[in-house]
């Protein structure tokens, strides 16, 4: 309720007596996931039009129970527990999914999914990715930097299906500013994007390598079962 900075954790006390089952921030906001699968977003909005000192209630999706929500560069996704995915706020690069560039100032189901069951979405900077229940990858959004995974840098504005990793039955998959994550069911990291400063953890790729436009096995992890794992703007970190 204050736009003054807050140095040390002080509870939501809007959201007390309701049980928050998942958080994300995005440039200048925050959203929160209910139990009862309903989003509640605060700060700056998904389009980035107005503010909001508390957190405010999603209407637009009070008909569909969501489980989970990624917050982006003034964009948002989330997937419903009928795994339905849904995007909204700008449209910079198609990073929405719905086949242009068009913002959207209201939640719109990616339809180009419909048919797949998601389980998982991640927010990068201009591009996204998604984890279906039968661990396939599909991203959309800017390709410059080989975010995408499909072998080249081209902008997709409709979720493509990653076919590195269509046998490697991926469980959770993570964007970073301009790289992307995949974890494996057997718990191998493959990465992929941007490259430098060794955010992808590479260390035997040529060092003057900026790209890679198809995800590659990060060797460094093979002896470890990694579990869980995330992506910030310019580095990776897993449990």
């Not at 209910?34 to 977003?41: F, M």
Request: proline share 3%; charged share 15%.
């Amino acid at each position: 309720g204050k736009c003054t900075n807050q140095l040390t954790p002080e509870k939501v006390e809007a959201l007390a007596g309701k049980v928050i089952v998942d958080v994300a921030c995005g440039y200048k906001y925050t959203c929160a996931v209910t139990s009862t699968g309903s989003i509640y977003t605060w700060g700056s909005d998904g389009c980035g039009c107005s503010n909001k000192l508390l957190p405010t209630l999603l209407p637009d999706l009070s008909s569909k129970v969501v489980i989970s929500v990624s917050g982006g560069y003034r964009f948002t996704a989330c997937v419903t527990k009928a795994g339905e995915v849904f995007t909204w706020g700008h449209g910079y690069y198609g990073r929405l999914g719905h086949g242009d560039e068009r913002n959207q100032e209201t939640p719109k189901r990616v339809d180009a999914l419909v048919g797949v069951n998601a389980k998982e979405v991640s927010c990068g900077l201009y591009h996204t990715a998604v984890c279906t229940e039968d661990g396939h990858v599909y991203t959309f959004g800017l390709g410059e930097n080989g975010q995408l995974g499909h072998g080249e840098k081209d902008n997709v504005s409709s979720p493509a299906l990653v076919h590195a990793l269509e046998d490697k039955n991926i469980t959770q998959v993570q964007c970073g500013w301009y790289h992307s994550m995949a974890l494996t069911s057997s718990g191998y990291v493959f990465t992929w994007g941007y490259a430098e400063n060794g955010r992808l953890g590479h260390d035997s790729i040529n060092s003057e390598l900026k790209y890679l436009t198809i995800p590659c096995l990060v060797e460094g992890l093979r002896e470890h079962n990694v579990v869980q794992m995330t992506g910030g703007p310019y580095h990776c970190v897993v449990i």
